[in-house]
């Protein structure tokens, strides 16, 4: 039933939401240049790495080594003017359609990542990761990676379709209200470094 439900909405928002898709990305290509499409191997279901997209939302500027700026300094207004609308996230409609992601899941991260979790944290790998999850309607990036695997993995064990509809209804509120979007003093949210308090 969940994949069916992931599978009729991804297509009736991607049909709805063609002509915003379309401007979008002309207005990226314009202000932030090409690629429009941001790719990146993410950990799927149990683990295994899939290509997540998403629209870029950042410049690519670097230093005169080569190496990208911090994100604070590549983050542009437009840029940000996405990720708070969650605009950014519409293409991953279309890992939704392949099977790579689900409408509701913990939010897939960093391949690099996949080593530092313990043993229950990893557990948020049990199911297909998601376009929103429980941790991004109860906090997002304002709250911290312990608690936000806590709520990935509450999701995991108590995951039902009536809780996904009220993820989802409460995704399109925080969309309006803009909260949680970074964490304190990051335009995005700080890399993981591993649990203190947890062993493998």
């Known amino acids: 039933m969940k994949r069916v439900f992931d599978i009729v909405v991804s297509v009736f928002l991607l049909f709805l939401l063609f002509p915003v898709v379309l401007l979008t990305s002309l207005v990226i ?30 410049l690519d500027a670097k230093d005169s080594n080569g190496n990208l700026l911090p994100d604070e300094q590549r983050m542009t207004k437009f840029g940000s003017f996405l990720r708070s609308t969650s605009l950014d996230e519409l293409p991953g409609l279309l890992n939704v359609l ?84 970074s964490a304190d003093d990051h335009v995005t949210m700080p890399a993981f470094k591993g649990s203190k308090n947890e062993k493998k």
Not at 31 to 48: E, I
Request: charged fraction near 25%; hydrophobic fraction near 40%.
């Open 29 to 58: 290509r314009i202000k932030l240049g090409s690629p429009v499409l941001f790719s990146q191997d993410r950990p799927g279901l149990n683990g295994q790495p899939f290509k997540m997209l998403k629209f870029r939302t950042m």
């Open 98 to 181: 392949k099977g790579d992601m689900s409408l509701v899941g913990p939010r897939p991260l960093l391949v690099e990542y996949l080593p530092l979790y313990s043993e229950e944290q990893s557990r948020r790998h049990n199911v297909r990761p998601g376009i929103t999850g429980w941790a991004q309607v109860n906090g997002r990036n304002a709250i911290s990676w312990e608690d936000k695997f806590k709520l990935d993995v509450w999701y995991v064990e108590n995951q039902s379709f009536l809780l996904d509809l009220k993820i989802l209804l409460l995704t399109v509120k925080k969309v309006f209200v803009k909260e949680g979007i």
